[in-house]
């Protein structure tokens, strides 16, 4: 499985995760939402029976009768069962009125100002106000009922929900914030884990390549003393020295991975030639590289020349690869006072819009053979090692790609 598949498979498991999230936050909605339902049903049972008694204590002041006519006494047991129902109401905010809208009686709503009784002229205008906005909002809802005192007296009783049906009512919400703040702090910090991890080995990769390669590099040095004593050509032996060198460079960059190298200050039109000046001989010769710089961009800056020409021969590797060894590759070098820019421009394939910021994903690659780490390990370079930035600043299918590098100018 190569490193591609290991990110896709990664990214599978993230996505199966988010989706049993998304499931059971369903289903906590639903539940929730279904208590709502069963709740609001109780309350308006509840306001009913208060409805009624509210009518029985209004019908009281009447005669009332029986079947055969006969008056029926009032008890006093009955009153004070009905005072009891309505009394006992002290979690749903209601509001009595007349047919003229007028309000006649309120209960358990939380008025700006406090007052000892529930009578509407006993409040004050402050009060009133807030009373008749409430009225007005819950004519618009459904929790109404009419109140049939006779036949030419009619009563309306509105009610609010009650504060353990709105807090019920917000709890699904409030339930799906904390499970997704919960999911970020878990996916983030499952990246960041992950993220250490691949640093990690990285890392380690790197250090143990650069110990690796130190030992046949030291014993090809001393080849190359040799075969230079022994009448070899001298063409030939200074041929072998600069891949010896390379060796060398290389390792050196290796064993730069994971810690701050140290920089020195260059001037950057000096250290772009001075990148690209092993690659010139060994591109394709169908493959013109030219550089554009001026003595006006020639800005200072602070670089690890040995990484930073690593930088410039990945890019140069990869469009060359483009290419298919066949094209042209422009660089320019421009400036400002505050930032360097350097423009790498090649004539290959292009890199549809949608994979601009995927080219530096690890593991990302067009080729069939490559782990996909080059421009992964040049975006590291020049971000976190040089404080620049990095990225696709145009590309298109069939003609070609502008790769941009920003870096910081060396102030006096």
């Keep these: 499985m190569n490193l591609r598949n290991i990110y896709d498979s990664r990214r599978i498991w993230k996505m199966c995760l988010i989706g049993v999230s998304l499931i059971l936050v369903a289903v906590f909605i639903y539940i929730s939402n279904r208590l709502v339902k069963d709740l609001a049903v109780q309350e308006r049972e509840r306001m009913e029976i208060w409805a009624s008694a ?4 209004a019908t009281m002041g009447t005669e009332q009768v029986d079947a055969d006519g006969n008056p029926m006494p009032m008890m006093q047991t009955d009153v004070d069962f009905l ?3 309505i009394e006992g109401n002290h979690s749903i905010p209601v509001l009595l ?9 309120h209960r358990n709503f939380r008025l700006p100002q406090p007052v000892d009784s529930t ?7 402050t009060n009133r106000a807030y009373l008749q906005k409430k009225l007005a909002k819950l004519k618009n809802s459904s929790n109404k009922i009419e109140i049939k005192i006779d036949d030419s007296t009619t009563q309306y ?10 807090r019920l009512a917000w709890f699904p919400y409030i339930q799906l914030a904390v499970i997704v703040i919960v999911l970020a702090i878990a996916y983030f910090a499952l990246i960041s884990v992950k993220k ?7 890392v380690g990769l790197s250090k143990e390549t650069a110990h690796q390669l130190g030992t046949p590099i030291s014993s090809l040095m001393a080849w190359t003393q040799m075969l230079s004593t022994m009448g070899i050509e001298q063409d030939v032996v200074n041929d072998m020295d600069k891949d010896v060198h390379r060796l060398s460079v290389i390792a050196d960059r290796f064993s730069k991975i994971g810690s701050m190298p140290d920089k020195e200050f260059a001037f950057i039109n000096e250290a772009v030639e001075q990148s690209l000046e092993y690659m010139r001989s060994r591109i394709p010769k169908r493959v013109s590289l030219t550089i554009h710089t001026s003595e006006n961009a020639d800005r200072g800056v602070m670089l690890c020349q040995s990484l930073f020409e690593w930088v410039m021969e990945n890019l140069t590797k990869n ?7 066949e094209g042209a590759i422009d660089i320019s070098v421009d400036s400002d006072e505050e930032e360097i820019y350097i423009l790498f421009k090649d004539t290959g394939k292009g890199i549809p819009r949608k994979n601009f910021k995927n080219v530096f994903t690890p593991g990302f690659t067009t080729k069939k053979r490559g782990w996909g780490l080059g421009l992964t390990l040049v975006k590291r370079i020049i971000e976190e090692y040089h404080n620049g930035h990095i ?3 145009d590309s298109e299918v069939g003609v070609g790609t502008t790769f941009a590098i920003e870096l910081p100018v060396m102030k006096n």
Excluded at 97 to 105: F, P, R, S, T
Excluded at 319 to 325: H, I, L, P, R, S
Aim: hydrophobic share 40%; glycine share 2%; charged share 30%.
């Design 119 to 125: 009578a509407l002229y006993d409040i004050s205008p």
């Design 157 to 166: 009783l509105y009610y609010d929900d009650s504060t353990v049906l709105r």
């Design 196 to 202: 250490a991890e691949q640093n990690r080995v990285w």
């Design 319 to 325: 469009a060359v690869d483009a290419m298919d060894g």
């Design 54 to 57: 509210t009518k029985e204590l």
């Design 97 to 105: 009125v007349d047919e003229d809208q007028n309000i006649m009686l």
């Design 83 to 85: 005072l009891s129902i």
């Design 391 to 393: 990225y696709v600043k």
